[in-house]
């Protein structure tokens, strides 16, 4: 009797989602255009400036800062490559360690990967998603000791050099928390904020709290501009180094082309800035957009005695792609496989990067959490109706 009641729930709410979306094949997300972009695109392309140079790139730069409240902004081919440079010029270094979150994209853990530290994984909060005040702190308080300034896991030996928590599917983290404990440890800060454009705690922007933050325009996010991303830094000189190392490290000249470290060819295209800034115009409108639709959600599910990830405290989510938690792995597994024989695209949360082959010689805390979410999990379709 309970297993018919849950498959007539879950059947209930793939009505609500197609009475949201209509029939047919209904994506977990997809970008909205219309013919401004059109038009803008057709702009940059008459002025034969496409690639890595060009007005917009800069305009696309002032108006993220903006928005987000950063003195700073350099943009970037991916969310990837904006985590990369972040903890490059943040200073970490090979054979360094990193405190983050297994529940991530993979790209949070790449990122560290690529600069020679490694990552050590923190517990999250099951209300957020988030990295966890208090797991990181034990942790730290458990397994590290400071020298000369510098935190030194014990078991390991490694400076830890940063910490990158993550703001999950538009969600907040506890950013206030997670900064003092930072600043206890002398530990950089860095925000993936990849899925939290637009989201905040109290009036103060995720990718605001740390040394910096990190956007991604993918495809999939709540704006785009096709691939691409964006540092945020109140810093001066952090914004120059990453600029710098993103076109390359060549120096400014006429005609010459000297580099004077290793750089990385991360610029931007400006066809791809130009569409970020027909986004940019619009998305005031599609956080709103996504809130209708999340209380619609919300309300289907309280009705319903389904989980749904909200907002709570001070924390202001942009609703980037909604989740519900079921019971057991077995009822997402369930419902993953009713929602495909209906059309409708949902998905479960990450593999979480610790059970992942590149990761599996990281340290981790003690994960329950993790391990309780990455069972359970499963984002519905959230894309603003086109």
């Not at 904020?193 to 709290?209: D, N, P, V």
């Not at 964006?230 to 120096?251: G, I, P, Q, R, Y």
């Not at 984002?379 to 109706?385: L, M, R």
Request: glycine fraction near 6%; include cysteine.
């Amino acid at each position: 009797m309970y297993k018919s009641s849950l498959e007539t729930n879950h059947l209930e709410l793939i009505n609500k989602i197609k009475s949201i979306y209509g029939e047919g094949f209904i994506p977990l997300h997809r970008p909205v255009f219309d013919s401004r972009e059109k038009s803008i695109l057709c702009d940059v392309i008459d002025s034969n400036f496409v690639s890595s140079a060009g007005e917009q790139i800069a305009e696309l730069e002032k108006l993220v800062a903006s928005y987000v409240g950063s003195r700073f902004a350099v943009s970037v081919t991916s969310g990837t490559a904006a985590i990369h440079l972040s903890l490059i010029v943040a200073g970490v270094k090979a054979e360094e360690e990193v405190l983050t979150q297994s529940l991530t994209f993979v790209a949070t853990g790449n990122a560290i990967m690529y600069t020679g530290a490694v990552p050590v994984f923190i517990d999250i909060d099951k209300k957020n998603l988030g990295m966890c005040p208090n797991a990181l702190r034990n942790w730290l308080k458990t397994n590290t000791e400071c020298r000369n300034g510098k935190v030194y896991n014990l078991s390991s030996g490694r400076i830890i050099s940063a910490c990158l928590p993550v703001h999950i599917f538009g969600m907040p983290c506890n950013m206030f928390e997670l900064s003092k404990v930072c600043e206890e440890y002398n530990l950089t800060l860095i925000e993936d904020s990849a899925e939290a454009l637009g989201s905040r705690i109290g009036k103060k922007y995720c990718g605001t709290f740390g040394k910096a933050g990190i956007f991604s325009f993918n495809g999939n996010k709540i704006i785009t501009t096709g691939g691409g991303g964006m540092v945020v830094t109140d810093d001066e000189e952090f914004a120059k180094k990453a600029k710098h190392l993103s076109t390359t490290a060549k120096l400014s000249h006429r005609f010459e082309y000297f580099h004077d470290e290793v750089g990385y060819n991360y610029r931007m295209p400006n066809l791809n800035a130009a569409l970020g800034l027909a986004q940019m115009e619009k998305l005031d409108k599609f956080i709103n957009v996504k809130r209708y639709i999340y209380e619609e959600y919300a309300k289907f599910c309280n009705s319903f005695e389904i989980s749904i990830m909200s907002e709570y405290s001070n924390k202001t989510s942009n609703f980037w792609l909604n989740a519900i938690i079921l019971d057991s792995k077995q009822q997402r597994d369930n419902f993953i496989s009713i929602c495909a024989s209906k059309d409708v695209m949902v998905r479960p949360v990450w593999h979480p990067l610790h059970k992942l082959p590149g990761f599996k010689h990281c340290e981790s805390s003690q994960l329950p959490n993790t391990t309780y979410i990455c069972d359970r999990v499963v984002n519905i379709p959230s894309s603003v109706p086109a």
